[in-house]
């Protein structure tokens, strides 16, 4: 059973704070993906990472950065978290065709507060 | 730049009738797309995925793709309450590892 796991369902954090979000998937994928789901606006891509040490940005990477030193593991982190970075944020991981993603495997996301 | 659309919603449908739900794409040279559903509270799942023009059945669901038109449809057949959420369409970059998601259409199957 394909899995990807992350760090905490629920976090509360201060503004200011730095916020370390983690995410594990055990499929061998080569991307993985950060992304945040707010009402209204679907889903947002923030980072993603196509290999080991890679990463691209996102749409919406201001105010956020990512790290990926071992395949299964990839890391959102907040530098200096703030109110409006409140929200639900999703992990998912995929195989690569060619140069394409195929489908992508969703953790079960993290809803953090900033308060 | 790619976009992914899709009706917003909601989508009200009645227990047993068929729901249908839409998405375009602007991509041109988009090879596969996706279905995803998403209960509240939860993360989005795969229902279906389909390559080739025409339609793709799996159980109650069935994915209809037509590339000139640039249009992918779900149709879910005899709908349960239990189909009630929010169903994403996604496509993936030609050329690139990102995927495009639509903002998604919220269904409710109404007993």
């Known amino acids: 059973d394909v899995k990807v796991t992350q760090s905490s369902r629920y976090l509360v954090k201060r503004t200011g704070e730095k916020v370390f979000l983690e995410c594990v998937q055990d499929?061998?994928?080569?991307?993985m993906f950060w992304y945040r789901q707010d009402p209204g606006l679907g889903l947002r891509l923030i980072y993603f990472?196509?290999?080991?040490?890679?990463?691209e940005k996102g749409d919406i990477p201001e105010g956020y950065s990512v790290s990926r030193e071992k395949k299964e593991r990839f890391s959102l982190i907040l530098e200096s978290a703030s109110t409006n970075q409140t929200s639900m944020y999703l992990c998912?991981?995929?195989?690569?065709?060619?140069?394409?993603?195929?489908?992508?495997?969703f953790g079960p996301g993290t809803r953090l507060t900033v308060t | 730049q790619k976009e992914v659309e899709q009706n917003s919603g909601p989508l009200s449908v009645p227990e047993g009738a068929i729901a249908s739900l839409n998405c375009t794409y602007s991509d041109r040279g988009s090879q596969s797309f996706f279905w995803y559903r998403q209960y509240s509270g939860k993360s989005p799942e795969l229902i279906m995925f389909i390559y080739s023009n025409g339609d793709k059945e799996d159980g109650r669901f069935t994915a209809q793709l037509n590339k000139a038109s640039q249009y992918v449809s779900l149709l879910i057949r005899d709908s349960q309450p239990s189909d009630s959420a929010t169903y994403l369409c996604?496509?993936?970059?030609?050329?690139?590892?990102?995927?495009?998601f639509g903002a998604g259409t919220r269904l409710f199957v109404k007993a």
């Open positions: 996604a496509v993936p970059y030609t050329g690139g590892f990102k995927t495009i």
């Open positions: 998912a991981s995929s195989l690569v065709l060619g140069q394409v993603s195929y489908e992508q495997y």
């Open positions: 990472s196509y290999d080991v040490k890679m990463k």
């Open positions: 499929m061998d994928h080569e991307n």
